[in-house]
Every structure is written in C-alpha cells, then in structure tokens.
C-alpha cells in the first residue's frame, strides 16, 4: 500500500513562506488526484489546493488563492505546497491525501505536518 508522508511545517512569522512536500512511498498513478487539506483546533477539516496527477489541472481554496501554489514531481512521487505571504489564520495542520479522479472520497492520507504563523 502507498504510504504518504508530509514535512516541511514549522513555526514562521506572518508575510514568511513554508514549502510543504508530501512523499508516496510507492508509484503515484495518472488517475489518481493529490489534495491538501488543513484543520486548526476546534474547526473542520477544509480541503487547501488539490491537483490531477496526470493534467496538472489545479484547484485552489479562496482564502489561499494569490498565495499557495501546488506542484507535483511525477518522477519523484512527490507532491508539493508552496505557502507564500502566510498569515496567522493559516495555522493548522496540513495533510495531504490521494484519492482516485471523479471520486469524492480521499483513499490514502499522510500523518500530517504542523504550520504556525505568529503575528
């Protein structure tokens, strides 16, 4: 089974950027779609980007467009988060997840990684 594992959080000042990467430990398939969600204590789970493994086609949440980029690294199974101009309400935890396109439900998530953004 495919393993996911995300790193690059850590604790940075409002305006500084973070780079997340989420690893597969195995072959990310081209049907296959790489989201990125986040949860902040005492609230839902909200999806952040998600992008189509194969296309490339993006998909970014309001509150983040302008400011997030996702990427993906199709040789290296590697998904990415670019996070730029980071502000104090973007603190949570950030997973990332793969689900099979034109399914709504996530099949594979990863442990998650934490930002905090200090004002």
């Known amino acids: 089974q495919v393993q996911l594992v995300e790193s690059g959080g850590g604790l940075v000042q409002a305006g500084d950027s973070l780079r997340l990467s989420c690893a597969a430990s195995?072959?990310?398939?081209?049907?296959?779609?790489m989201g990125w969600f986040r949860q902040a204590p005492g609230k839902e789970r909200e999806v952040v980007a998600f992008?189509?493994?194969?296309?490339?086609?993006?998909y970014y949440a309001d509150s983040v467009k302008g400011r997030f980029t996702i990427s993906r690294n199709n040789a290296e199974n590697t998904g990415y988060l670019q996070m730029n101009s980071l502000k104090p309400e973007d603190t949570a935890v950030y997973y990332c997840?793969?689900?099979?396109?034109?399914?709504?439900?996530?099949?594979?998530w990863g442990q998650g990684t934490q930002v905090t953004v200090s004002s």
């Open positions: 195995g072959r990310i398939l081209s049907y296959y779609t």
């Open positions: 997840a793969l689900r099979r396109v034109g399914r709504s439900t996530y099949d594979t």
């Open positions: 992008i189509e493994w194969s296309s490339g086609s993006t």
